[in-house]
């Protein structure tokens, strides 16, 4: 099984609220019709998700928030992931939606749960899930990242890969130089960056990535501009982005 990150970056144009990329969800989605393993798909929030989550000051510690910020958020999401459910669609997929909130409890998963996301997979359907803002309990709520849920989900369903579609070539050594490592071995110490992201952006993937290589699956970060990148890697060809060995 593939698990497959679709970052917010891609899916939606983060310079503006409320705009998401269909072109490129198309694009991708069709690029995905050439995998013959089950896959599993999760995505970021980007313009929609962390607009609103920015807007009503929600971040990932749980908290009493707004209640009127968590309707907003939830709904966005589910407004975004539906558009990414039709694209797949219409792209000749079969996707599956799949909201966090179907196999998490708080925040820990629910173990059977997870393991049936493997079986539906397994009939060709795609299950399609989303990062979102969560009952936590206690009146509290919480934003769990899409990048928490690939730790998740790899942690019970160890995939074969594990794949971080974001709007760049990799991870670079910094930003400035853009030099981009095709290979991490230790833990990198993380450079600080301006994000909109409340859940940590590239830091936040680059933390999940360490903790699904450890576990034993190969991560690789891709840059989904140019999907065919994408399936280069799950095919084993020509790869061009940074990979995390498991
Ligand atoms: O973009 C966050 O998911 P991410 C989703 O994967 C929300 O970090 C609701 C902001």
């Not at 996301?117 to 989303?130: Q, R």
């Not at 974001?166 to 301006?194: A, Q, R, W």
């Amino acid at each position: 099984m593939i698990l497959v990150k679709l970052g917010g970056s891609i899916i939606t144009n983060k310079e503006k609220p409320l705009t998401p990329n269909r072109k490129l969800i198309r694009k991708i989605a069709s690029s995905l019709k050439n995998v013959d393993e089950p896959i599993v798909v999760i995505h970021g929030g980007g313009s929609f998700g962390h607009y609103w989550s920015v807007k009503y000051d929600m971040h990932t510690k749980p908290q009493k928030y707004s209640i009127k910020g968590v309707a907003t958020v939830k709904n966005s999401m589910v407004e975004l992931n539906s558009i990414v459910l039709e694209s797949f669609l219409e792209s000749g997929l079969k996707p599956y939606c799949l909201p966090p909130s179907d196999f998490m409890i708080g925040d820990k998963p629910l173990t059977k749960k997870v393991k049936e996301i493997s079986n539906i997979a397994k009939t060709g359907l795609i299950p399609i899930s989303y990062g979102d803002a969560m009952w936590f309990g206690k009146n509290k709520f919480y934003i769990l990242s899409g990048d928490r849920i690939m730790g998740v989900l790899s942690k019970l369903l160890r995939p074969r890969l594990a794949i971080f579609v974001t709007n760049v070539d990799g991870v670079y050594s910094d930003m400035k130089s853009k030099n981009l490592l095709n290979e991490i071995t230790t833990e990198i110490p993380i450079t600080s960056e301006v994000t909109m992201d409340v859940t940590g952006g590239m830091s936040r993937k680059i933390k999940e990535a360490f903790y699904i290589s450890k576990g034993g699956t190969d991560v690789f970060f891709v840059n989904g501009k140019i999907p065919k990148r994408i399936t280069n890697a799950i095919n084993g060809k020509s790869f061009e982005g940074t990979i995390f060995r498991g």
